[in-house]
Every structure is written in C-alpha cells, then in structure tokens.
C-alpha cells in the first residue's frame, strides 16, 4: 500500500525542527566565538601586561591620568580625546574608573556635564561654566538634581562661572542655594563673571546666607548682591579678593568693603573696582585695617574714593606690586594728591639696591610704572626682567592739549626718585631726550616706542650741554620716522660722540628703511648695532 502524502502539520512539524536545529547550531557557535572572543581577549592582556606602563602601580598610572583632565586654569575646558585613555585597553579603563579624581571636572559647558554629571557623586567637584559668546540655554532637571545633591552632600571645590546670559548663569546658581540642607563648608573658590551688559544675575541667596570656612579665593565681577554687610560674617580665610562693581545694585560701599578686608586678615591679592564713599565720610573713620599678608593690591574709582579707602589700609612696605586706575581726574589731582602719593610710598619701600625703571605712555590716559629692575647693571638694551612696584592710569576728562600733558607728565616724574631712575621708556609720549636728561640724569638705557623720532631727539637737545653722561643702550619700537628721516638719531650719536661718549648698543623694532651708507654710519657710531627681522633696509 503506497504510503499516504504528509499532511500540512506533519510539514509544519518538519519545519520548525530544522529551524530549531539551525538556532541551535548558531547558538553553538556563537558559543564558541565568545569562547575565542575571551581568549583574545586575555591574550591581549597577558601581551599589554609585558608593556612597561602597565607595570606601573595603579595610583601612579591614574595621577598621570589626572594631569590631562583636571582642572588647571579657572576657564579651562577638556580637550578633544581628553579621556581616550580609557579606550586604550581593559587595565587602563578599571584604573580610570577606580580614579575619583579623574571625574572632579566636568568640562566648561552644559554638553559635557551631561556626559560626566553622574559619575563618582562623592568627590570634590571643580564646577566651571563659560558661557561668553553662547546665549540662551538652562540646566536640565537631571543636572539640577546633580548641582543640588552635591551641594547638600558638601562635594563642590570650586565654582567658576562667566557668561553673557543672566538666565543661563541663575539657572546653575539655583540649585546651589535656597534651602537650610545646602552645604557650604568645602568651597574653596568662587569665580563669577555676568557680562550682561543690564540685568546682573543676583547671587544675594547664595553668598550671603551661608558660611564659608574654607574660602580662600572670591571674585565677582557685575554681581547683584543685595545685602553686603552680610558676606563679611560669611568668610574669614580669604587670600584673593576681587570685586569688579559695574552694574549692581546696591553698590558696596567703603564701610563695606572695610568690613569685608577686616574679617579676612589673611588676604595677600586685593582688586577692587568701582567702590564708592558713602556722603557722612564714614570711611575715614574707625581704626585702620591691618594687611600684613598683603603682596598684591589693585584699585579703581574716582581719586578721591580711591585715596580715602587707602587711608583706611595698613598694608606692607615691600608689597610686590600696587595698582591705581584713576578715573575723571584732574591735572590738580597729579600734584596734590597722586604725585605725593607715590612719593610717600616709594619713601616707605625704601632705596632699590639694583636701581629702577619709569616707564610713561600718554597716548589716551597718563600711564605711569616705576619698575625695580632686579639686577645691578644690564648688559642688553633693555632689563631682561623687570618688577612693578607701583602702577598709576590717569584718566583725565577731557584729555589736556600737548603742551599742558607734557608739563603733567613732568610734574608727576618730579614725585619719583629720580637719582635711582637707569631705564627710561616712553610710549607715544612728548616727553624729549633733552628734558629726560635733565630730570632722569643717571640713566644707563632708554626706549622709545611709537613715538616720533623728531619728538624723541628735537634739535634743542643738540644745544645742551653734559647729556647723558651714564647712557649706555637705546632701544626704538616702531618709531615714527617724520621729517629729517633718521637725522634726528644720527645728530644725537654725532653729539654723544663729540662729548666723548659712545653707546653700547643700539637697537631697532619694526618696518623702517635706512639707506646702506646711512646705517654704516650708525654701526660705526655705536659698539654693537641690533636689527630686529622686520627691520627691512633700502
């Protein structure tokens, strides 16, 4: 009897054995190529672990790491491939991920902290923000709940923030203040920056209702704060302070800010700009604030403000650098208040033991710097190094004509010590060689830049007497060559020359022709002749 034709459920049967013969043969080999997989994989790690860098303890080999991810600059941002070391090989990825440290900085923008925000919630973060040239954008409910956590847990190191949107600014500010949980105790650094040019972003809740013991740096720069006398109880381990008042409302007052420095006797870097002197006088009253730690102070405001809040300082002789920006000031101001001033102070510091270098530019503002040059004596054109002492802009409203400028000018160089002056640079300035000699006698070199060779070395220099007797260098950046050419330079080497003189070395800056003959007869004049490479010749 023939047998009877398969039914469909007997070819149903059939198919879907083979079906599960061939699932089963490629779970099998996928078995199998997990098996190899495996395999190549401790392979590998037996080849790297003959590699010498994975002899390295892990501690060692994850502080390495470190270095190409932490923070080192207070805007730094991640560079691209920053973390591709963990993309290197098994051994470098458990090390990276048992590094705390590797994760305290998440980047300078909101991408970035994204990415990394979750990672090892316990270490102290270094949270930086730069949002100049981007407009527009706010933490998401995962970040906020981050910023929130680790501001309630006390794991934020550092706070650094700059942008040109206040809204940006406030929304990551938010979730680091405004309930009693909020932990400040380990902040070490604060750092914000609001470049909106109207409304300031107000930080009144987060500085100024809680305590920072371990504070060391502040700087705010167009910050709302709306009750300052309430940050001088908040901080007593400052070492920099930087207060840049443009924009906010209510201004800090000297009082204030009196306060503020007298809680923190620590502070070695002040930079104070646009504090104001409220009409009773109040700050000069009251006893001194001692600074004894005091290296480097910066101040800015009309001179009259600024002269009272240093009344108010007992700060060190030998600070290593003083900074007064002087705004809507007066030419009177120069001889009764400024120039005494720097008089007083250099007196204090007492006689520089290398000499001193004064350099003045009159180009929108009277800059003035008095300089110690560090070393006894200079070989080269110019001091190789040179430490301000005291730093002094006037801004005067409006600008004076030329001759009443140069007779300021003259009028605040007779407020230095003169007979300790051996460099003297000028910057488009009218001062003149000959008036120079006659108040800065013992100078060994000069420099002069943008400035026109006429006014640098004017015919009425030829007819004085004793010029220069210690000169030895003379330097030109970018001079202006008006009319006469060079003769104005070649006159003044002729007339050293006849007074028995000779430079050591003359050296010139910038785009300027001088005709073959021309500039032999300046190398026979002076010891050694130096040209800069843009220096191009006839």
């Known amino acids: 009897m023939p047998p009877s034709a398969p039914t469909n459920n007997d070819r149903m049967t059939q198919q879907v054995c083979r079906v599960e013969s061939n699932l089963k043969s490629i779970r099998d080999l996928e078995d199998q190529i997990r098996e190899h997989e495996m395999a190549i994989v401790k392979l590998k790690r037996a080849r790297n672990s003959f590699l010498s860098v994975s002899k390295l303890p892990p501690e060692i080999l994850g502080d390495i790491f470190r270095w190409n991810v932490v923070l080192k600059a207070d805007f730094e941002r991640l560079g691209e491939g920053s973390h591709n070391f963990l993309l290197v090989c098994h051994h470098w990825y458990e090390v990276a991920s048992c590094t705390p440290e590797l994760w305290s900085f998440w980047g300078d923008n909101l991408y970035d902290w994204a990415r990394r925000h979750l990672r090892h919630p316990k270490v102290p973060l270094d949270l930086v923000f730069n949002g100049l040239r981007l407009i527009g954008g706010t933490l998401d409910d995962s970040l906020k709940n981050t910023l929130h956590d680790r501001a ?11 942008g040109e949107d206040s809204e940006t600014l406030d929304s990551i500010i938010s979730p680091l203040a405004g309930c ?9 650094s604060v750092v914000l920056r609001d470049m909106t040019e109207e409304i300031s972003v107000d930080v009144s809740d987060f500085l100024a209702y809680y305590r920072f013991p371990k504070l ?7 910050c709302t704060i709306s009750s300052w006398d309430l940050i001088a109880s908040k901080t007593s381990v400052l070492t920099a302070l930087t207060l840049f008042i443009s924009y906010p409302s209510p201004t800090i007052t000297s009082p204030q800010i009196l306060s503020l420095l007298r809680s923190n006797p620590s502070l070695r870097e002040i930079s104070l700009y646009g504090c104001s002197v409220p009409d009773d006088g109040g700050c000069k009253s009251g006893p001194r604030v001692t600074l004894a730690h005091l290296k480097e102070l910066a101040l800015a405001g009309h001179p009259q403000d600024v002269f009272a809040l240093l009344h108010q300082l007992d700060y060190p002789t030998n600070m290593d650098n003083l900074v007064l920006n002087l705004m809507d000031s007066t030419v009177e101001d120069i001889s009764e208040t400024i120039g005494p001033f720097i008089r007083d102070y250099l007196r204090r510091r007492g006689k520089s033991q290398t000499g001193l270098g004064l350099y003045i530019s009159s180009e929108e503002s009277i800059e003035l710097r008095v300089e110690d040059i560090g070393v006894a004596g200079f ?3 110019e001091p190789l190094w040179l430490n301000t002492l005291v730093e002094t802009i006037i801004h005067l409203d409006p600008m004076p004509p030329a001759d009443v400028l140069e007779e300021a000018l003259l009028d605040l160089i007779a407020y230095v010590p003169r007979e300790e002056i051996v460099f003297f640079q000028a910057c488009n300035s009218t001062i003149s060689a000959d008036v120079m000699s006659t108040q800065l006698p013992y100078l060994v070199g000069i420099r002069f830049e943008e400035t026109p060779l006429d006014v640098a070395f004017p015919k009425s220099t030829l007819d004085h007497g004793e010029i220069f007797p210690h000169l030895q260098h003379l330097s030109l950046h970018h001079v202006v060559i008006r009319r006469g050419g060079w003769s104005p330079l070649t006159t003044f080497l002729d007339h050293l020359a006849a007074s028995g003189k000779r430079l050591d070395t003359l050296e010139i800056h910038g785009f300027c022709d001088m005709h073959p003959g021309l500039e032999e007869r300046v190398r026979r004049a002076v010891r050694e002749f130096r040209v800069q490479q843009s220096y191009s010749r006839a």
């Not at 009693?180 to 070490?188: N, Q, Y």
């Not at 060391?216 to 167009?222: A, D, I, M």
């Open 180 to 188: 009693e949980e909020i932990r400040t105790s380990s902040v070490e």
């Open 379 to 381: 070989s080269a054109p």
């Open 216 to 222: 060391q740096r502040l700087e705010l720069e167009n």
């Open 152 to 162: 309630a847990r006390d794991t934020i190191r550092r706070i650094h923030l700059t």
